[in-house]
């Protein structure tokens, strides 16, 4: 058996939990639809929604330094543009991110929830066709999943995917193949995708998604075990189609 797609991820709020989807329509040049349509800002942030610039993690509530922003499993519907957080399976704030009001709400949530940071109360900002990924470019992230298992021989223990905030999820491939793909086309389903660059893991990846806890040091762990800190690898869409968990997947030939 073929390499296969095993997941889809969706971001809606960078640095939160995310959504796992069945299928989705990948458009040619864009990301997957609703990946880090939402941040939380520092409230010292300048930003501008009417002219929309990319601006630096730096500038935002991250996982890296916030790691109780793991406890956080957002949901967002476009339809009726309604933003669900939810904390241990329980809802805790639902807004209309449309109208002031709910925006107010959503802001108030995470000041409670974060406590000071000392650079002013976060809020949560978007903006039309932009995005806050971590690269100004439009990409996704692509994850193989024997390379997870290869670092979990290194570290002895288990390793959630989810560290890895990836939007596919790929299984079947031997360990590290995707180093060997920087430059080329890949296809998934009936999706042609580009490979950029390989994924320079940070300090976020040592929260556990469930616990919310500090427990591993994922970018030591890859220098010590494989020389690099690497872990998956931004695609480029270079056609426009719908993929669906299952869907084959073909490295370069």
């Known amino acids: 058996m073929g ?16 959504e796992s989807l069945e299928s989705v329509t990948l458009t040619a040049g864009d990301l997957l639809p609703g990946d880090r349509q939402f941040a939380l800002a520092h409230g010292s942030t300048q930003f501008d929604a009417t002219a929309p610039k990319y601006l630096t993690p730096a500038h935002f509530v991250v996982l890296k330094k916030q790691e109780r922003l793991a406890q956080l499993a957002v949901r967002y519907n476009p339809d009726s543009q309604e933003l669900t957080i939810e904390r241990k ?125 500090r427990d591993v040091n994922i970018p030591l762990a890859l220098r010590r075990g494989f020389g690099h800190v690497n ?4 695609v480029e869409v270079l056609s426009t189609g719908s993929i669906r968990r299952g869907d084959s997947f073909l490295p370069p030939a």
Not at 3 to 15: E, G, M, Y
Not at 181 to 210: F, H, M, S, Y
């Open 3 to 18: 390499a296969t797609l095993a997941a889809i991820q969706r971001f809606p709020v960078k640095s939160m939990t995310g």
């Open 89 to 213: 399976g329980r809802q805790v704030c639902r807004g209309k991110i449309a109208d002031a009001l709910g925006r107010t709400i959503i802001a108030q949530f995470f000041a409670d929830f974060l406590g000071p940071t000392g650079r002013g109360l976060p809020r949560l900002i978007t903006a039309d066709n932009h995005h806050f990924c971590d690269i100004p470019s439009r990409r996704l992230s692509l994850l193989n999943l024997a390379s997870v298992t290869d670092l979990e021989r290194v570290l002895r223990q288990p390793i959630d995917p989810r560290r890895f905030r990836a939007n596919l999820w790929i299984a079947g491939l031997a360990p590290w193949e995707e180093k060997t793909w920087i430059g080329k086309q890949v296809t998934l389903g009936a999706v042609t995708l580009k490979v950029d660059a390989a994924i320079q893991r940070c300090p976020a990846t040592n929260v556990d998604p469930d616990s919310a806890v």
């Open 231 to 234: 872990m998956g690898v931004y």
